[in-house]
């Protein structure tokens, strides 16, 4: 069959060598490869092949896929995935090259090897005959492992029919099935590219945004499709998928570790196979879901995990669980970390995909599509895929196919018969074996008298309906054995005086039959045993009370002066540590210092408690009074930690902190050191504030260095309920289009939570403030100006734009007016956007009723506390 695809490319099976799938991808790329001798290289998607033995620890892999067969093997496999060898499971590639496979397919090179088989390159000649511009195909050999399993054809060629079906542009093209005699091999279309594991190796911190993009939808497309034909990958992995150069992202292997999952004639009746996945056994931890990793039925949603876990490599250049697998993650209770780069939604997509128990997780791929991508996709070219692989695919094998139907329905029966026969023997064999094991361990613990007895059970349930064999002989061996384990170590912990669980001993013996006469025996010299043990204890226990009560006696007077002695001592030692530590620097301890030493000397003499707590309160008091008129924070902190230690001492509650009061009138130019701001609740703080003179040189006072803006009274719009706080809030812009109720409302609640008092100004307050020292306005201030080309106060500016006055007052002129009183009637100074330059200045007055307009808004004075 001609392959109508324009790219050439190479194709690595999920069964790839940790070693020679790195050098199959050099081939591709044109790159030099070692030499097979030089053993694998590292490798995060391996095929991992056991025949019923676990894997040295050492080489295991979390990528790796696991093939752990509970079902025999002809020859079990004990060399590590992807290694190349000179026999048993991996043909040698000298033998194997130029050789030709159905007298139509010429071996050219290979490009990897693992645990199922090896990949090649190959020639057809029948599209070299048809002078086809590409003529070369993927051929994939089966090793022993697979090869020589009774039922491996049958079920791997039902398999390449079903992954026939698989017509989709993301999906690596299978085109056949069959055996040449010993070698049974599969031909897939031959791809150019990268596999996505390498690509993920060269960007550890994920692929461009865009490719990755690319890349999951078209590995999810695949996936949705081949759901849609009731196949599930079950070993998706990056391994697993090939992104082109031309030809976007290709997902390969479909079914090939599932293959043999229905491998027996009693599929298509419903009947329960003669081995499935779940007794093959073919995963990669690291991407297996929690449930194939507990043997449970295949669904949608294992596909799903995986592709969760492609899909955080894409974006985040490793594993969500480091490679950890879905059981173990579950048990450490790991969590994924939130990739930066993606949008709420998509990171809620992907963090559903990766729950780990099953119903939690999203149930399909195509629900995880819908999720991540946020819109439907569209599949009608799905129909045509298949349409169009079903007839360019099935044309030209059809005839082989009709050919290998006779002989496989043939050879189908005997297999079926003699696998049977194995399976029974095996069974038995593997039983006996198992009893035979429990019993040399003898742990004699509860689990494992439960285990044998269990072992037995199903021992006599396998042969209960085989002629000729019965469990007698067995049991009755068996129980002798356990009755003596069991009477040896009670007779041996008798001998050594160790009783604990003796007896726990003799009734499992009870319970395997043991004579009842000697059970009696040797329980009657337990417990004569632990008697005596009983009254030697109780003999030693008196006479050690006695003794001791003596030397209490003796001791009692001179431990009741020592402590008195001790205790005035620690008195002494804590009164002073307490004046020292009450001693006031810029600030003192009072939550930790303060409050350990006075309270180590109200346990010491509880009597002078109240008196010590008065003296206490009387220090802090001062204290607090010098530090609060240099460093308001501190005070606040001290005051804060005095009144939680002694919340009934009155003298501390009439004490507030001034955050503006330690500050020298007109130093707000300096920097925010020289501002301030009252704390609001919720950890809000109020306006900022610089403190300027007062008019009359009397009080400084303290007043807001910008225009109030929205932002500044969200926290208001919230207890209120008078404005949205949510559109309040990060809004720089001065607020207008109010009435002056609502500063003055806005003023008032600022003096209720902050106990200090907020208020409009009064014009010659405002003017001093403005002016400052008298510098002119500066030019660029946000009024109105139309020159030429040039047009200024169109629009509102940010109330920090401009710059700052010698008092720190910024954008006080232009803008918006500002309200303030003028003996007693309400102003609006500064001018605003709309006021001509030439007329717009800090000595610029108006009027005002105090409606509600776009050009008005207000700052506020608070009075200091000094």
């Not at 490679?323 to 970390?337: F, G, S, V």
């Not at 900022?688 to 009359?696: E, G, I, Q, R």
């Not at 007016?817 to 001018?831: C, F, H, I, K």
């Amino acid at each position: 069959m001609t392959d109508n695809r324009d790219d050439k490319t190479r194709l690595v099976t999920g069964g790839k060598s940790t070693g020679n799938a790195s050098n199959s991808d050099r081939k591709a790329t044109g790159k030099p490869s070692g030499k097979a001798s030089e053993g694998p290289a590292k490798n995060d998607d391996a095929t991992v092949l056991a025949g019923g033995s676990t894997p040295n620890k050492s080489q295991r892999n979390p990528d790796a896929t696991l093939v752990t067969s509970q079902t025999p093997l002809s020859t079990p496999t004990g060399s590590r995935a992807g290694s190349t060898t000179t026999g048993g499971s991996t043909p040698r590639v000298s033998a194997l090259n130029n050789k030709v496979i159905k007298g139509r397919f010429e071996l050219v090179s290979m490009l990897g090897a693992g645990g199922m088989g090896a990949v090649y390159k190959a020639l057809d000649r029948r599209k070299v005959e048809a002078s086809d511009s590409d003529p070369y195909v993927a051929v994939k050999l089966l090793n022993d492992d697979f090869r020589q399993h009774p039922d491996a054809f049958i079920s791997l060629q039902r398999e390449s029919r079903k992954s026939q079906t698989l017509a989709h542009p993301n999906i690596v093209t299978v085109y056949d099935f069959d055996r040449d005699r010993d070698t049974v091999f599969m031909t897939m279309e031959f791809l150019e590219g990268a596999p996505l594991d390498e690509l993920l190796r060269e960007h550890p911190n994920g692929l461009p945004p865009e490719q990755a993009e690319s890349a999951l939808r078209d590995i999810s497309n695949a996936l949705i499709y081949a759901h849609s034909h009731n196949i599930i990958h079950s070993d998706f992995k990056p391994g697993n998928i090939y992104v082109t150069k031309n030809k976007g992202s290709k997902v390969f292997d479909f079914g090939i570790a599932r293959a043999v999952s229905e491998g027996s004639a009693a599929h298509g009746a419903g009947e329960k196979t003669i081995f499935d996945a779940g007794t093959l056994g073919a995963l990669t931890p690291a991407y297996a879901s929690y449930e194939m990793l507990k043997g449970a039925e295949p669904a949608q949603s294992d596909d799903v995990y995986a592709l969760g876990c492609v899909a955080y490599e894409l974006y985040a250049g490793k594993h969500p669980f480091n490679k950890t697998p879905a059981d173990q993650a579950l048990t450490k209770k790991l969590k994924p970390k939130r990739i930066k780069g993606l949008t709420r939604r998509q990171w809620n997509a992907l963090s559903g995909a990766l729950e780990l128990k099953r119903d939690q997780r999203t149930a399909t791929v195509d629900e995880f599509y819908k999720q991540f991508f946020g819109k439907a996709r569209m599949l009608i070219w799905a129909l045509a895929a298949s349409l169009t692989a079903f007839v360019v695919g099935g044309g030209v094998y059809y005839q082989q196919y009709q050919e290998q139907l006779i002989a496989q329905a043939q050879l189908k029966v005997q297999l079926e018969e003699e696998l049977a026969q194995k399976l029974e023997d095996s069974a038995i064999t593997n039983q006996t074996q198992k009893i035979e094991q429990l019993v040399q361990i003898a742990a004699l613990t509860p689990k494992w008298d439960m285990e044998l007895r269990r072992e037995l059970l199903n021992y006599e349930n396998l042969v209960s309906n085989i002629d000729g064999l019965n469990t007698d002989e067995l049991n009755e061996s068996v129980r002798q054995r356990v009755i003596s384990a069991y009477i040896k170590e009670a007779k041996q912990r008798i001998a050594d005086n160790n009783l604990e669980n003796v007896l726990s001993l003799l009734q499992y013996a009870s319970r395997w039959e043991a004579p009842a006469d000697q059970i009696e025996l040797l329980t009657n010299q337990v417990l004569t045993n632990q008697e005596a043990d009983r009254l030697r204890q109780e003999n030693e226990r008196l006479a050690a009370a006695k003794k001791e009560a003596d030397l209490l006696r003796l001791e009692q007077e001179k431990r009741e002066k020592e402590l008195e002695e001790a205790r005035q001592i620690r008195i002494r030692q804590e009164v002073a540590a307490l004046e020292k530590s009450l001693r006031c620097p810029n600030q003192i301890d009072v939550a930790g210092d303060v409050a350990s030493h006075l309270k180590a000397l109200e346990s010491l003499d509880p009597g002078r408690s109240a008196d010590l707590r008065n003296i206490v309160a009387n220090s802090l008091t001062n204290c607090f009074n010098k530090l609060a008129a240099v460093s308001p924070f501190a005070a606040d902190t001290m005051l804060t930690e005095a009144r939680e230690l002694l919340p009934s001492q009155g003298q501390l509650d009439p004490l507030v902190v001034d955050y503006c009061s330690h500050l020298e009138p007109g130093t707000g130019a300096k920097g925010r050191r020289y501002t301030c701001a009252d704390p609001l609740p919720r950890d809000a703080l109020g306006p900022t504030m610089v403190v300027v003179p007062a008019p009359d040189g009397g009080r400084p006072i303290a007043i807001s260095q910008y225009e109030i803006t929205y932002d500044d009274v969200a926290d208001y719009c919230t207890v209120s309920q008078l404005c949205d706080a949510d559109k309040y809030a990060r809004n720089f812009m001065p607020i207008h289009n109010i009435k002056v109720d609502f500063a003055e409302n806005f003023a008032g609640w600022l003096s209720s939570v902050t106990g200090h008092y907020y208020r409009l100004p009064t014009y010659d307050e405002w003017l001093t403030a403005a002016s400052a020292d008298g510098a002119a306005e500066f030019p660029e201030r946000n009024c109105f100006l139309k020159y030429g080309a040039i047009e200024k106060g169109l629009e509102l500016h940010k109330t920090t734009n401009g710059k700052q006055n010698s008092f720190g007052l910024a954008s006080h002129v232009g803008n918006v007016q500002e309200w303030a009183y003028r003996d007693n009637e309400l102003v609006a100074a500064g001018g605003s956007r709309q006021t001509p330059l030439n007329e717009c200045r800090y000595s610029t007055v108006t009027a005002h009723n105090g409606t509600a307009d776009e050009f008005t808004g207000f700052r506020l004075v608070r009075e200091l506390a000094r």
